[in-house]
């Protein structure tokens, strides 16, 4: 069992920035873990995800260039950097560890869900 708990959400004008941390604890972080995020009324989306090694990292294209993703495993935590925030990257994020076979894109991969935490970007 892994428990995941998110923190450093908020309220941020457009252009500013975040870091959000995900606190991983259980029996195992040696996987793909990743960033998920939901607004209101839309589809739980794909947003960045890191390979268990930290290696290899993948974005959704509507954040490329502005989110990174980093773990610190000694810590057995995970970074998601948000810069030059837009009012539509508003939502709830979620952390998520990789449990299953699949893409990392998608959430049926993922057994594992942090409780999600809000980000709210002010225009």
């Known amino acids: 069992q892994v428990q995941l708990v998110e923190s450093g959400g908020g309220l941020v004008q457009a252009g500013g920035s975040l870091r959000l941390s995900c606190a991983a604890s259980?029996?195992?972080?040696?996987?793909?873990m990743s960033w998920f995020r939901q607004a209101p009324g839309k589809e739980r989306e794909f947003v960045a995800a890191?390979?268990?090694?930290?290696?290899?990292?993948y974005y959704a294209d509507s954040v490329k260039g502005r989110f990174t993703i980093s773990r610190d495993n000694a810590k057995i935590t995970v970074y998601l950097q948000m810069n030059s925030l837009k009012p539509e990257d508003t939502a709830v994020y979620y952390c998520?560890?990789?449990?299953?076979?699949?893409?990392?894109?998608?959430?049926?991969?993922?057994?594992?869900w942090g409780q999600g935490i809000q980000v709210t970007v002010s225009s």
């Open positions: 998520a560890a990789k449990s299953g076979p699949g893409s990392a894109y998608f959430a049926i991969a993922y057994g594992y």
């Open positions: 259980g029996r195992t972080f040696s996987t793909t």
């Open positions: 890191i390979s268990s090694s930290g290696l290899s990292t």
